[in-house]
């Protein structure tokens, strides 16, 4: 299954929807920076439309909850180190599991994060941008 059939499924079986609702509130809180980044961009001589400029100010921002993102890492370690602990047969060093699992998931991670925030607004994207106008 590819990255995006599983962000569909999830999308569908609507477990993405604290994700939904952390877009919805990040959009609202940052309507005048997405406008001015759009004006930036103009000024350019770049000209986007409603929707690229979102993506791209959202690309810029790379989160949509910090604290959230950390608190759904935090769990995605505890659960490498109940992994390990089974597969070791004793409780794992959590430090050593949360740098291992830092050093290499947590890019990975956050460049799906990412993905899944961009699909969640263009498969509601009108929606989000009335939330804009």
């Known amino acids: 299954m590819s990255e995006l059939d599983e962000i569909r499924e999830k999308y569908e079986a609507g ?8 877009l919805e509130r990040f959009l609202l809180a940052h309507r005048s920076e997405i406008a001015a980044y759009r004006a930036a ?3 350019r001589g770049v000209e986007l439309d409603d929707a690229a400029a979102v993506k791209l100010f959202l690309l810029r921002q790379r989160t949509v909850n ?12 505890r659960k490498e180190a109940w992994i390990r602990g089974v ?4 409780p794992p ?9 830092a050093r290499c998931y947590s890019a990975g991670w956050r460049s799906h ?4 925030i961009v699909y969640v ?3 509601e994207k009108e929606r989000f941008l009335q939330l804009l106008r």
């Open 15 to 22: 477990r993405l929807e604290r994700l939904r609702g952390d």
């Open 41 to 43: 961009e103009r000024a």
């Open 66 to 77: 910090p604290q959230g993102d950390i608190l759904e890492q935090l769990e995605e370690i």
């Open 87 to 90: 597969r070791e047969g004793r």
């Open 93 to 101: 060093d959590e430090a050593a599991v949360a740098q291992d699992w």
């Open 113 to 116: 994060r990412l993905t899944t």
């Open 121 to 123: 607004f263009e498969r």
